[in-house]
Antibody, heavy 123, light 111 residues
Framework: EVQLVESGGGLVQPGRSLRLSCVAS????????IHWVRQVPGKGLEWVSH????????GYADSVKGRFTISRDNAKNSLYLQMNSLTAEDTAFYYC????????????????WGRGTLVTVSS | QSVLTQPPSVSAAPGQKVTISCSGG????????VSWYQHVPGTAPKLLIY???KRPSGIPDRFSGSKSGTSATLDITGLQTGDEADYYC?????????????FGGGTKLTV
């Protein structure tokens, strides 16, 4: 059974940093690209970032570019999101989602998702 | 403001059919595959439809998708109370050089 479990969320002050983790199981982790997607409570989904199977191909939404860094450790079946210079607009549930492909492309599909971790940015 | 436009809400009685639309420009939906996701708040989103009309294993055939021009549609027949959820369409937006994934604003289904 494919499982993705996010952790690392919590309450953080504006301007501070937070690191999210996602541990995967039930599939060959290093065969697939992985994404971060977020959802402001009560709002829609917003794609945040993706990383290819070998970390060679990485992309970010404009809203987080320069502040967030995605990375993965295939030996640990883990995905990370380092979030710096956080603002209130970053308050959201953050989901990791497995792609059906090894790298980003026009036919990417998020075929499995985690349950998310809540990040609240507030003073 | 989402790049993809969905109705905020739809409703229908159990056993009935509902249609959820997703519209976008020709350079978005028109050129790329659309996928659909079901999300019950507090749970993991679930892939319902990919490549416009394909169902993953385990998704009942009550759920079907289609695409025509710059719009996509998710049909749900034989509605059940368990279908109450938020539904999102998604696709690749390659209008910018780097490309990005985009989702619709979501449609809340009430059964």
């Amino acid at each position: 059974e494919v499982q993705l479990v996010e952790s690392g969320g919590g309450l953080v002050q504006p301007g501070r940093s937070l690191r999210l983790s996602c541990v995967a199981s039930g599939f060959t982790f290093d065969d697939f690209a992985i994404h971060w997607v977020r959802q402001v409570p009560g709002k829609g989904l917003e794609w945040v970032s993706h990383i290819s199977w070998n970390s060679a191909n990485i992309g970010y939404a404009d809203s987080v570019k320069g502040r967030f860094t995605i990375s993965r450790d295939n030996a640990k079946n883990s995905l990370y999101l380092q979030m710096n210079s956080l603002t209130a607009e970053d308050t959201a549930f953050y989901y990791c989602a497995k792609d059906r492909r090894a790298a980003a492309g026009t036919d990417n599909v998020f075929d499995y998702w985690g349950r998310g971790t809540l990040v609240t940015v507030s003073s | 403001q989402s790049v993809l436009t969905q109705p905020p809400s739809v409703s229908a009685a159990p056993g009935q059919k509902v249609t959820i639309s997703c519209s976008g420009g020709s350079s978005i939906i028109g050129n790329n595959y659309v996928s659909w996701y079901q999300h019950v708040p507090g749970t993991a989103p679930k892939l319902l439809i990919y490549d416009n009309s394909k169902r993953p294993s385990g998704i009942p055939d009550r759920f079907s998708g289609s695409k025509s021009g710059t719009s996509a549609t998710l049909d749900i027949t034989g509605l059940q109370t368990g279908d109450e959820a938020d539904y999102y369409c998604g696709t690749w937006d390659n209008r910018l050089s780097a490309g990005r994934w985009v989702f619709g604003g979501g449609t809340k289904l009430t059964v």
